[in-house]
């Protein structure tokens, strides 16, 4: 094998010092981040218990009884058994106490009333001296970490291979990725991805190490080492899958460069044969379970697929997500970085893909004075095989992405050591006839990099997580008036356990607004269970049309085990969904619950109503917004016609009723095709019909015009035996040649795609 570059001897210290102050922010991190506050680790570290306590076997994934640990018991193993063989001697019989789910945890939306986290926690449990859960979580967070570590050495020693005349690119490079400010909490988390990102770097390595040989044959040490990452990285996560080829096709090509069969005979019989030793049971016990050799398919049973599948319109969208969430989107992905950060990030990567076009187009024009060496053609094809490995980790990623919810950066990170020394080489480019430019140039993206990445544990993740007692909301609330006061007992409670000081709400919304609310919440007496605070907007025949659900303080509060005295203001932002009919007069609603079993907290006070156990804080004007089509919703069904609006005769009916429908359509393109509409009156949880009407509209979609708008009516019947109930008012649009090919809802930016549009809730007496 080709001797490796070395390290220069005055890079040493800067190497030593980049690794040291990785290993200690990621400490930071994980000390920062509350246990199960990281991305999935609700569900890795169950994985792990699992396995530490069944002797290091794995469960029998069923969709229909999915454990804590969901889907993640269908990932590869090699990183849980990792986890297992740290922790299986600490005592986790704790892990229901410390683990207690937020029912109503917003992962995957960014709220503004917070409500992120996503299990409730105990300071006093959670503190040092760790004992328990606590302390499996953080062995094995740090166990993350030093995959993490070896994940920046490797980005470093691929910079030195595909740059060994420029070493300042791969010291650039390790801290691109060591303090990239998702990495670092994903490495200090509980992540399968860790240890993943670290062999899928590894084998990339060797692969460059062994595509840059001039004269002499790999050693079969080197075969023998390279079937031990490939299988262990099998063992580890499907994704490096797509390297077996690579290394196959990287044995073939030395075999013909060196006229001897070997390489891709003994080479590809070592590492293929180590390779299917060490993860084929593996594969080989998901087909004998599940038919299916990955178990993809029962991954995608329990974690849900998309409906419809996401085209490459819809993935267009959630391109600001995808990035967010590479640079730093934490908690269940809801705990975003300023968006002023985002933009320096994404302006050193216009500056670095500019820069690697103009090295390109540079090295084009130049006129070379001798023929390349065959050392310097063998260097850019490594380097050509390293910039494919990200476009192939990006391409399966969107294939991915297509059939479930995965548009997260961070999986793009298993090609993170080639990125972050491709973008080095890019900044690098705009100043390499000066080395004292050169060292400018990146030190200030490293800096960038060093400085966001220190200041986010102390600047977002912590402060997400503590309560602020004196918050209070930015932008301006609908909240006018005097301060008014109200309690609430426990049921079949004496005395009261919680009072609230609030104004009464008046002035007007339209609907995709926000109600803000933020009464004054102070804890008078010992509460034995863990109340939900409600809000609702009820119309006057009190079918509720919004609502929201927390715990207090921003979901962050557990009242049985606040303590008497304790206050808090309490922001809460209730959401009026797009398309909820208009005009309207709704009154709003405040009250506590117990999620498990739906009991109301008695409320007293001038504003309570004892019928529905709720304060009544004042009411709102629900307005039409702007323009001339009734109730707008600007629903775009693929970019073939558009919902504009729609009206209905009544919103409360009786089983036998029937009930006039508008619908106000506009075409977005010639259509070649007739598709029908489908109006239904529906419950979204149960998904009981009380109504239905299929038919193509008139005139068919094939004659409608461009420019104008087409008013389709039709009369739907409640059934007469409709159970009574909140229904909703759900369109969906598909071909009536082909019933089974429903038009998606194109959705806004980072949203997702949807077979129909949901409009007016209506009540069944």
């Known amino acids: 094998m080709q001797t490796a570059p070395t390290i220069p001897t005055g890079h040493r210290p800067w190497l030593i010092a980049i690794l040291a102050g990785y290993v200690t922010l990621a400490v930071v991190y994980s000390l920062v981040i509350p246990p199960f506050e990281a991305s999935d680790e609700l569900w890795h570290y169950p994985m792990v218990r699992y396995v530490a306590e069944h002797g290091f076997g794995l469960p029998v994934q069923d969709p229909a009884n999915v454990g804590p640990w969901r889907q993640e018991g269908s990932q590869p193993p090699l990183y849980y058994m990792l986890g297992a063989l740290a922790t299986f001697w600490i005592d986790t019989s704790d892990m229901d106490e410390v683990r207690r789910i937020n029912p109503h945890a917003d992962i995957g939306a960014i709220v503004p009333d917070r409500n992120l986290n996503m299990v409730l926690h105990n300071p006093k449990r959670e503190a040092f001296p760790w004992s328990g859960t606590v302390l499996a979580v953080h062995v094995v967070r740090f166990l993350s970490i030093g995959m993490g570590l070896g994940t920046v050495l490797l980005t470093y020693l691929l910079g030195r291979e595909l740059f060994p005349d420029l070493p300042i690119v791969a010291l650039a490079a390790a801290i691109f990725t060591g303090f990239n400010p998702m990495f670092v909490f994903v490495s200090a988390a509980i992540n399968n991805d860790n240890l993943s990102n670290l062999l899928a770097s590894l084998i990339l390595l060797m692969i460059v190490r062994l595509l840059k040989q001039a004269d002499t044959l790999p050693t079969r040490r080197f075969y023998a080492a390279l079937g031990l990452a490939a299988g262990a990285g099998m063992l580890a996560k499907y994704q490096i899958g797509f390297l077996l080829p690579l290394i196959a096709l990287a044995l073939l090509f030395v075999s013909i460069r060196l006229r001897d069969r070997r390489p891709v005979t003994v080479g590809s019989a070592i590492a293929g044969g180590l390779t299917i030793l060490i993860a084929g049971w593996w594969y080989w016990r998901n087909y004998d379970l599940y038919g299916d050799a990955t178990g993809i398919n029962v991954f995608l049973d329990i974690v849900g697929r998309r409906v419809p599948p996401a085209d490459l319109h819809q993935l267009w969208t959630e391109r600001e997500t995808f990035m967010m969430s590479f640079w730093g989107l934490f908690g269940g992905v809801n705990l975003p970085l300023p968006d002023a950060t985002y933009t320096l990030f994404n302006i050193l990567v216009a500056f670095s893909l500019v820069g690697l076009a103009y090295g390109l187009f540079r090295r084009a024009m130049q006129r070379p004075v001798l023929p390349a060496t065959r050392e310097v053609r063998l260097l850019w094809l490594a380097r050509g095989v390293a910039a494919a490995w990200p ?173 008497p005295g304790e206050s808090w203001n309490n922001l809460i932002a209730v959401r009026v969904p797009p398309g909820i009919y208009t005009p309207q007069t709704l009154d709003v609603f405040l009250g506590l619950y117990d999620y498990a079993t739906g009991d109301r907290m008695t409320p007293s006070g001038d504003d309570a109503d004892l019928d529905d156990r709720a304060i009544h804080l004042g009411q709102i004007e629900l307005e039409t917004p702007p323009g001339s089509v009734p109730n707008p919703v600007g629903a775009n069904f693929d970019d073939k016609l558009r919902l504009l609006g729609y009206e209905i005769g009544d919103r409360s009916l009786s089983p036998s009723d029937e009930v006039a429908i508008t619908l106000i359509w506009e075409r977005l393109e010639p259509l070649q095709a007739d598709y029908a509409v489908s109006v239904q009156i529906i419950q979204p949880d149960t998904l009981a019909k009380a109504a239905q009407d299929d038919r193509p509209p008139d005139p068919p979609t094939t004659e409608w015009l461009a420019g104008g708008t087409i008013t389709d009516t039709r009369a739907l019947t409640i059934a007469s035996d409709a159970p009574p109930g909140r229904y909703r008012l759900l369109v969906r649009v598909y071909d009536a040649d082909q019933p089974e090919r429903l038009l998606p809802v194109l959705a806004g930016p980072g949203g997702q795609a949807a077979d129909g549009v949901w409009l007016s809730w209506i009540q069944v007496e």
């Open 391 to 563: 476009v192939i980790v990006f391409v399966s990623l969107l294939s991915w992405t297509r059939v479930t919810l995965a548009s997260q950066g961070r999986l793009w990170f298993t090609a993170l050591a080639p990125l972050s020394v491709g973008m080095a080489v890019g900044l690098a480019n705009w100043a390499t006839r000066s080395p004292a430019a050169l060292r400018v140039n990146l030190g200030m993206a490293a800096a960038v990099f060093i400085g966001i990445a220190a200041i986010t544990p102390f600047a977002t993740i912590r402060p997400a997580y503590r309560v602020d007692p004196d918050a209070v909301w930015v932008a301006e609330t609908l909240e006018a008036g005097p301060v008014r006061a109200a309690c609430f007992a426990e049921p079949g409670a004496a005395r009261d356990a919680l009072c609230l000081a609030y104004q009464s709400v008046s002035g007007t919304l339209q609907p995709g607004h926000d109600l803000r609310l933020s009464p004054s919440m102070t804890a008078t007496g010992a509460m034995t269970r863990n109340w939900s605070v409600f809000v609702h907007l009820a119309n006057p025949d009190g079918l509720t049309e919004a609502q929201r659900d927390v715990y207090p303080g921003g979901g962050l509060i557990a009242t049985a085990e606040i303590e």
